[in-house]
């Protein structure tokens, strides 16, 4: 008798009575984790759904809230309008002043380059002519020889005699 | 065996129906799935993606201390899904309480059956919208919507100008400045759930809209208030039909104010009506008019400059003057004599400017007209900027007697922002500065700074100062006994009335004038120019007692708001005492 063995271990027919053994337990536990699996997805879907509405009823609120900080910024620019300023001044009793004293003092550096006269002062710069800066440039040096020639006259010119 | 045949047959035809109809089935899920999957697919991308335009806040716009005059805010509008209301009735007097509607209105609009939502009401206070919030309806809902909003109430409203209900600028700075202002909308594409709300966490596309500049103005609020407070008492005080103000730096070129009556509401009602509307345009820029005497301070200062004459240049008034076939005559007759360019100023005289503009000869005279602006606008950047009417000795409607009439500004017209810009030449030495009245636009783009510009040197600076001075006794010099309508008790200003006759088709109606004024001061370092104009008084006609007194009333506020301090302290504490 020639017994057929394919390969040591089990016979084919004995396999696959094992692999079929082995069905009523497989099956079940993949169904069992097919369902988790689908508890799972949808666990999250929910848990992500809701979180989103919740992200959608923050930025509402948020919106909400913006909208309030404007209209409060609205408000705040009305209450400090001049007539409302003014309205209030003279609830509290104020009015416009009857009599001034005037006080001089001199000006900061800010005050000054703010001042017309400073700016007055630019403008005439900024519109200098080429011949203006050309005749402004005769002056200095007419400044310049005036100085060398009175000092030339002071040092080696004959001085005149006090006594005359 | 007929039996068995027949029952075959039956079955036969039976099978073929149901294939029939499966092919019919088939067929028709192959031309919806396949040849019209296009039209379909579009179908349900709209109806499950939904693009939403998200609207960019409109710019706000400010005076120079940055106070705003105009500011866009949010309020939420409240809005119903009318398809999935099932008791409008029910609905309408839970809402008509909280909204302050009539509830039969209310139920008239939830009653409408539509697929777009309809407004139950607009801009709600957020306490109503907090009270809707509460009530968690959900068939209605809120939506937030901007609405322009003027903190500073009718102050310079013509000015600022008009935004449309659709957002866009309609007149005044909003107009001009509207693609700076209005910013760039951005956009939703979401997935959206059947109540139309977009689904959490879907995938969407957004685009963040572009919030619109800031404007800073170069108008001081307080300048503002003052010149429009004195504007509405002297047009109350005269009955005038119209009225504009217009102070500028003269320095800068920077509009501080500018008002003009009749007005309107910015948050009125009729905003929109046929009435106000013609309301909306700017009359410091628009409306050229005959300025009338006030022109003679260009006439002296082009005849000064070129040499033509000097302030005690005299020549003989004997009440008119005869030139190119025309006689010139003073508005009210008078023979003195002699009489100096000076006097020429103190007395408005026709005869004198007339006398001056033929010594300097057409062609000098309108060069430094046209140096001066006129009969061109200024650039300044508002709408509807008019160049006025200037015939010059080319054209071909020119007469040469429009050399004498012009001179006293008669015949030429001209808009209160020409005049002072040209006055202001005037008060600074000669400089001729572009007037403007946007300072600053600050927004996502960047932020740019408008500085002052200066256009040309038109007179030179000892010109102006003579000018000034024969101006300041124009002012100072006591008539009659009467002290000057412009008189400030302490400081020495500047400036020049005019009464205009109101040209017609037939002439010049001499019941209707237009009463003015322009000045500066204090003359020492001028911080202002002051234009002032009265159209229709009905009281009196003329720029003296009309428009001087407006002058004056103005400059007394701002010369120690600018801190200017009086060139005579004397003076102001005597006049103080006396009160």
């Known amino acids: 008798m020639s017994s057929e063995v394919l390969r040591p271990g089990l016979s084919v027919g004995r396999r696959a009575r094992t692999q079929l053994s082995h069905l009523p337990v497989a099956f079940p536990i993949a169904l069992v984790l097919a369902m988790l699996i689908g508890l799972l997805y949808l666990n999250q879907a929910s848990v992500v759904a809701t979180t989103g509405y919740e992200v959608r009823g923050l930025e509402t609120e948020r919106q909400h809230w913006q909208i309030r900080n404007e209209q409060l910024k609205l408000e705040i620019a009305q209450l400090r309008s001049l007539d409302r300023v003014e309205t209030e001044a003279r609830r509290l009793g104020l009015g416009p002043p009857e009599q001034r004293l005037f006080v001089t003092r001199k000006a900061t550096a800010e005050e000054w380059a703010r001042s017309p006269v400073a700016q007055k002062q630019q403008l005439d710069r900024s519109s200098v002519s080429v011949d203006d800066e050309q005749?402004?440039?005769?002056?200095?040096?007419?400044?310049?020889?005036?100085?060398?020639?009175?000092?030339?006259?002071?040092?080696?010119?004959?001085?005149?005699?006090?006594g005359l | 065996m007929h039996e068995l045949h027949k029952q075959k047959w039956r079955l036969y035809a039976l099978f073929a129906i149901t294939v029939g109809c499966f092919a019919v089935l088939a067929s028709r899920l192959v031309y919806i799935q396949i040849v019209q999957h296009d039209h379909f697919y579009?179908?349900?991308?709209?109806?499950?993606?939904?693009?939403?335009?998200?609207?960019?806040?409109?710019?706000?716009?400010?005076?120079?201390?940055?106070?705003?005059l105009a500011i866009s805010v949010s309020f939420d509008?409240?809005?119903?899904?009318?398809?999935?209301?099932?008791?409008?009735?029910?609905?309408?007097?839970?809402?008509?309480?909280?909204?302050?509607?009539?509830?039969?209105?209310?139920?008239?609009?939830?009653?409408?059956?539509?697929?777009?939502?309809?407004?139950?009401?607009?801009?709600?206070?957020?306490?109503?919208?907090?009270?809707?919030?509460?009530?968690?309806?959900?068939?209605i809902y809120l939506r937030p919507e901007y609405r322009r909003e003027h903190p500073q109430?009718?102050?310079?409203?013509?000015?600022?100008?008009?935004?449309?209900?659709?957002?866009?600028?309609?007149?005044?700075?909003e107009l001009k400045w509207d693609s700076d202002l209005a910013g760039k909308p951005g956009s939703l594409l979401a997935e959206r759930d059947t109540g139309g709300e977009e689904i959490a966490l879907s995938a969407a596309e957004y685009?963040?809209?572009?919030?619109?500049?800031?404007?800073?103005?170069?108008?001081?609020?307080?300048?503002?208030?003052?010149?429009?407070?004195?504007?509405?008492?002297?047009?109350?005080?005269?009955?005038?039909?119209?009225?504009?103000?217009?102070?500028?730096?003269?320095?800068?070129?920077?509009?501080?104010?500018?008002?003009s009556r009749p007005s309107f509401d910015p948050e009125a009602k009729d905003l929109f009506s046929a009435e106000t509307v013609p309301l909306y345009s700017i009359p410091a820029v628009a409306d050229a008019f005959e300025p009338g005497s006030i022109f003679k301070i260009i006439t002296m200062a082009a005849a000064l400059d070129a040499g033509a004459v000097t302030p005690e240049t005299a020549f003989m008034n004997n009440g008119s003057f005869s030139y190119a076939g025309g006689v010139v005559r003073n508005a009210v007759w008078r023979a003195p004599g002699m009489e100096t360019m000076t006097q020429t100023l103190q007395r408005s005289s026709n005869i004198g400017a007339a006398f001056a503009a033929t010594t300097l000869g057409p062609e000098r005279f309108y060069s430094y007209v046209q140096a001066f602006g006129i009969g061109a606008?200024?650039?300044?950047?508002?709408?509807?900027?008019?160049?006025?009417?200037?015939?010059?000795?080319?054209?071909?409607?020119?007469?040469?007697?429009?050399?004498?009439?012009?001179?006293?500004?008669?015949?030429?017209?001209?808009?209160?922002?020409?005049?002072?810009?040209?006055?202001?030449?005037?008060?600074?030495?000669?400089?001729?500065?572009?007037?403007?009245?946007?300072?600053?636009?600050d927004g996502p783009t960047g932020r740019r700074v408008y500085h002052p510009t200066l256009m040309a040197q038109v007179i030179r600076p000892e010109t102006a100062a003579k000018l000034t001075q024969m101006l300041v006794s124009v002012i100072e010099t006591v008539e009659d006994g009467q002290v000057r309508g412009a008189r400030v008790a302490g400081y020495h200003l500047a400036g020049k009335t005019g009464t205009a006759e109101v040209p017609t088709e037939s002439g010049y109606a001499s019941d209707r004038t237009i009463a003015s004024f322009i000045g500066f001061g204090p003359v020492e370092s001028p911080r202002f120019v002051i234009m002032v104009t009265i159209r229709e008084p009905k009281d009196t006609p003329w720029g003296e007692t009309v428009a001087a007194p407006v002058f004056r009333n103005i400059a007394s506020q701002l010369l120690p708001y600018f801190g200017a301090a009086p060139s005579v302290p004397e003076e102001v504490q005597a006049m103080e005492s006396r009160r």
């Open chain 1, 135 to 162: 005749e402004q440039a005769t002056e200095w040096w007419k400044v310049l020889l005036d100085y060398a020639q009175n000092w030339v006259t002071t040092r080696f010119l004959p001085k005149p005699d006090p």
């Open chain 2, 207 to 259: 685009v963040a809209p572009v919030d619109g500049s800031n404007l800073v103005l170069t108008i001081d609020r307080t300048v503002q208030m003052i010149v429009e407070r004195e504007l509405d008492a002297a047009m109350q005080q005269h009955q005038a039909a119209a009225g504009t103000v217009l102070v500028m730096d003269p320095y800068t070129g920077a509009i501080l104010a500018v008002a």
């Open chain 2, 377 to 441: 606008p200024t650039g300044i950047e508002l709408p509807g900027e008019s160049p006025g009417i200037l015939r010059l000795p080319s054209s071909p409607d020119w007469h040469p007697f429009d050399l004498a009439t012009n001179s006293f500004g008669q015949g030429v017209s001209v808009t209160p922002i020409q005049m002072v810009t040209a006055v202001s030449a005037v008060a600074n030495g000669g400089l001729l500065m572009k007037p403007y009245v946007v300072k600053e636009v």
């Open chain 2, 42 to 68: 579009a179908m349900a991308q709209e109806e499950h993606w939904r693009s939403e335009e998200i609207p960019a806040r409109r710019g706000t716009i400010m005076d120079s201390a940055s106070n705003p």
């Open chain 2, 153 to 173: 109430g009718k102050l310079a409203a013509q000015l600022v100008g008009v935004v449309g209900r659709d957002g866009n600028g309609l007149s005044g700075l």
């Open chain 2, 77 to 139: 509008s409240l809005y119903a899904n009318t398809l999935q209301i099932d008791d409008p009735d029910k609905l309408a007097e839970v809402l008509a309480p909280i909204l302050e509607v009539p509830v039969l209105e209310l139920e008239q609009k939830l009653s409408l059956k539509q697929a777009a939502p309809v407004l139950l009401k607009e801009h709600l206070p957020a306490e109503k919208a907090d009270e809707i919030r509460k009530l968690r309806l959900w068939d």
